[in-house]
């Protein structure tokens, strides 16, 4: 499966250099904030920061080949016994680190003022959890969510956004998955003239 999503992420970029064969501006950036699990007892809140590159296609569309880190907080769950009290243990959150491409959609070329943006995306993604509750997996995860970026000038925007991660995998007997919202600030640094796209 990990083999097949890297495939694809190839597959993209190829495709996205040869349609942006002539000039056009792309930008590069970092963000950083806040990873939340969703429905998940064993994890809490943890940082979550990461690095893209904007490349676009078309005047309204475009691609974002990603990395992005998430470790979840410790949890503290109670070990249940049958002849004494429940005891409080903690466990360890885990995390994740992916790699992949975002399709990005709507104003994308980092245009002075405040820009709309939705992205949805696929990323070969392994999740490392030290206490051994749930073994090291690496899987295909999915991506989505909505941003909204500030020029301040030609070169430079602020960049917020809060996206959703989706990572099946197999549990018991049926296929499951473990779902976190992340909320990041970032900067992004454009190169190149939006008017030649």
Not at 152 to 159: E, G, K, L, Y
Request: net charge neutral; glycine share 14%.
């Amino acid at each position: 499966m990990r083999l097949k999503v890297m495939s694809i992420i190839i597959l993209i970029a190829v495709l996205a250099g040869g349609s942006t064969a002539h000039a056009f501006r792309f930008g590069i950036g970092g963000f950083a904030g806040a990873n939340m699990p969703i429905g998940q007892e064993d994890a809490r809140m943890g940082p979550a920061f990461g690095i893209k590159v904007r490349i676009p296609l078309v005047p309204f569309v475009g691609i974002e080949p990603h990395f992005i880190y998430l470790k979840n907080g410790q949890s503290e769950i109670e070990i249940k016994h049958d002849y004494w009290n429940d005891t409080p243990q903690k466990t360890d959150g885990g995390k994740y680190t992916t790699f992949g491409v975002n399709l990005v959609f709507g104003s994308i070329t980092g245009n002075a003022g405040l820009n709309f943006y939705g992205v949805f995306g696929v990323s070969a993604a392994t999740f490392n959890k030290h206490d051994g509750a749930i073994p090291n997996l690496s899987r295909a995860s999915y991506w989505t969510g909505l941003g909204v970026e500030y020029g301040i000038n030609d070169a430079f925007t602020v960049d917020f956004h809060a996206k959703f991660l989706f990572f099946p995998y197999k549990g018991d007997s049926k296929t499951v998955s473990r779902k976190n919202g992340i909320v990041t600030i970032g900067v992004n640094y454009y190169i190149g003239e939006g008017d030649e796209l």
